[in-house]
Structure formats: structure tokens, C-alpha cells
């Protein structure tokens, strides 16, 4: 088990450009959470997968937001047009269905818009 | 969820018993309360959840008052490497999605 994996672990991009994050799973989990965190915060919802179907998106992920599980295992979180407010550490999380309630986070992507 | 309160900062000599309070005094029936912690740049990590009873894993013990209104986090001999951000969750089995305090954050002095 080598846990959940994100890449990268840093990206630094101009303002106006589109970036992608991707996340790897622990491979039996079938359940998977992006997360978003500033600075002397605590993580902020932003989306939920069961399967590949997304079950649940908060208001935080705006329309220049966009994830994708397509077959159920690893998930992509692309950021359309990224601002300066888009800097932030985007996490991962995944867990099981078995009835399981703990979730299993990544190292998160560090994304710095400039 | 519920919405829970915490002190903002604690200090812990190393080797002593850690106890870290949360608040949740509307807390309903069906909330599981969950504690995480979060060391410096790394991603949150899960230390133990609980309903009722009194929990204990090999991490730490998570003790509820009766009335359910509050928790006690206890990590029972302190290491300098349990310094972080510990963040308590109250939550229903059926919320999929975590939200989060500010959480307190421990530093355990040797």
C-alpha cells in the first residue's frame, strides 16, 4: 500500500493559464474528495467521488473548475484561467465504502498563481 | 455539521500526556466526532473518530463527555514529532465531505 499519490507537489503558473492535478488513490478505495487549503486554514470542500460518477460538488468549485474520474481510479482536478485567489495546497483524499469513515489524505499539489 | 470550538494554540512538555479540548455543543444524535492532524506541509492525517464511547487506537484516546456537548483528545506520552495542527470534525455518516476549523495547533517543547 503506498498510500494516495498527487503530482506534482508544486506547480507555479502565470495568471490566465490552465493547470491539472492528479491524484492516485489507494488502489481499493472507491471513494474520493479534492480539498483546497490557504494558508492557516483548514481544508475546504470541493468535490466527492463514488466510482467514477461525481456525487457532490460544493459552491467553492466554480465553472473554471473541472474533475474528472473517468474509470473510477485516479482523478484529474483542472483549473481553467487561473487567478492570483487560486493559489492554494489542493488535496486529495480517498476511503472506502465498506462502511469505512476515515479518510486517507495525499501530500497535496502546492499551486502558486503569479 | 455541527460547528466545533477549539483553543488556538497549546503547549506540551515532551514525554507528558497531551489534551486537546473541543467544543461541539450542538452536536446531534447522529454526528460522529473525528479528529485529524496536520504536520507542517503535509496533507491532514486521521487519528481516531467516535460516537459515544470512549475510543483508543495506537495514536491517541478520544474521550466524550456524556452529554456529548465536548471531546478530549489525548495523545498520553507527547514526542516532539506530534507537533502539528489537530482539527476536530463533527460529522453525519452520511455527509461524505469533512468541514473544518482552524484547529489548535500543539508544539510539544523537550
Known amino acids: 500500500d503506498t498510500g494516495v499519490s498527487q503530482d506534482p507537489r508544486h506547480k507555479i503558473t502565470k495568471r490566465g493559464q490552465n493547470v491539472t492535478f492528479r491524484c492516485d488513490p489507494i488502489s481499493e478505495h472507491n471513494r474520493l474528495y479534492w480539498y483546497r487549503q490557504t494558508l492557516g486554514q483548514g481544508p475546504e470542500f470541493l468535490t466527492y467521488?463514488?466510482?467514477?460518477?461525481?456525487?457532490?460538488k460544493s459552491r467553492l468549485l466554480s465553472d473554471r473548475f473541472s474533475a474528472e474520474r473517468p474509470k473510477g481510479s485516479f482523478s484529474t482536478l483542472e483549473i481553467q484561467r487561473t487567478e492570483q485567489g487560486d493559489s492554494a495546497m489542493y488535496l486529495c483524499?480517498?476511503?472506502?465504502?465498506?462502511?469505512?469513515?476515515?479518510?486517507?489524505f495525499g501530500p497535496g499539489t502546492r499551486l502558486t498563481v503569479t | 455539521d455541527a460547528k466545533t470550538t477549539q483553543p488556538p494554540s497549546m503547549d506540551c512538555a515532551e514525554g507528558r500526556a497531551a489534551n486537546l479540548p473541543c467544543n461541539h455543543s450542538t452536536i446531534s444524535g447522529n454526528e460522529y466526532v473525528y479528529w485529524y492532524r496536520q504536520i507542517h506541509s503535509q496533507g491532514p492525517q486521521y487519528i481516531i473518530h467516535g460516537l459515544k464511547n470512549n475510543e483508543t487506537n495506537e495514536m491517541a484516546s478520544l474521550i466524550i463527555t456524556e452529554d456529548r456537548k465536548s471531546s478530549t483528545l489525548i495523545l498520553p506520552h507527547a514526542t516532539l514529532r506530534d507537533t502539528a495542527v489537530y482539527y476536530c470534525i463533527v460529522r453525519v455518516d452520511s455527509n461524505y465531505q469533512l468541514i473544518w476549523g482552524a484547529g489548535t495547533k500543539l508544539i510539544i517543547k523537550p
Open positions: 483524499a480517498s476511503s472506502s465504502g465498506q462502511g469505512a469513515r476515515e479518510q486517507y
Open positions: 467521488f463514488q466510482n467514477e460518477a461525481q456525487l457532490e
